[in-house]
């Protein structure tokens, strides 16, 4: 019998039931792409410790992001504020949020990759096909077409290199 009354004294006094579910803290996100939109309107979880860290890394890779800032969307000092940095090891904002709260945000879109390379493969093959011409002589079947009538003047690789170099180091618009 004493066995029994410690078995019901560890026993929990109430059992967990489906409908005493605790309420998960969020906050509702109007995303913006490069300040268009709203693209998304969506509810995002707070995470965290302490249940008030946004989740950053998430909504970027849903989303396709490399970049989110905070973005106020009307008034007279519309656009970005300040980047919403998140912790490298768990991936929240390094600021907490309000349960509740309505955010918005304005997010950078990730670059493909194809452009970068493709801009590159054509920037390093183009001079040097004219430079192999400048050098070697124009081939007998090129020398034979209409398209191409003589040898690259020098003033025409120079100026494919300052394009390309001008192209690679152009700043973008934000």
């Known amino acids: 019998m004493a066995r ?35 693209v998304a309107i969506f ?3 707070l995470s965290g410790p302490r249940r008030d860290r946004l989740d950053v890394r998430r909504i970027q890779a849903s989303h396709g992001l490399r970049a989110l800032f905070a973005f106020r969307p009307e008034g007279p000092r519309r656009g970005r504020g300040l980047r919403i940095r998140c912790d490298p090891a768990a991936g929240y904002s390094a600021l907490p949020f309000r349960d509740g709260a309505a955010i918005a945000l ?36 090129l020398r034979s077409s209409r398209l191409v009538n003589g040898i690259f003047p020098p003033w025409i690789l ?15 618009a934000p």
């Open 4 to 38: 029994e009354e410690q078995e019901s004294l560890a026993a929990p006094l109430l059992e967990p039931t489906a409908t005493a579910r605790q309420r998960v803290p969020f906050v509702e996100v109007r995303l913006y792409r490069r300040g268009a939109g709203p």
């Open 43 to 45: 509810r995002s979880d």
């Open 106 to 141: 304005d997010g950078e879109p990730r670059e493909s990759w194809t452009k970068p390379v493709s801009v590159i493969v054509a920037g390093l093959l183009v001079p040097a096909v004219m430079a192999a011409v400048a050098v070697n002589g124009m081939p007998e079947p």
């Open 158 to 172: 120079v100026s494919a290199v300052i394009i390309f170099a001008r192209a690679r180091t152009r700043p973008r």
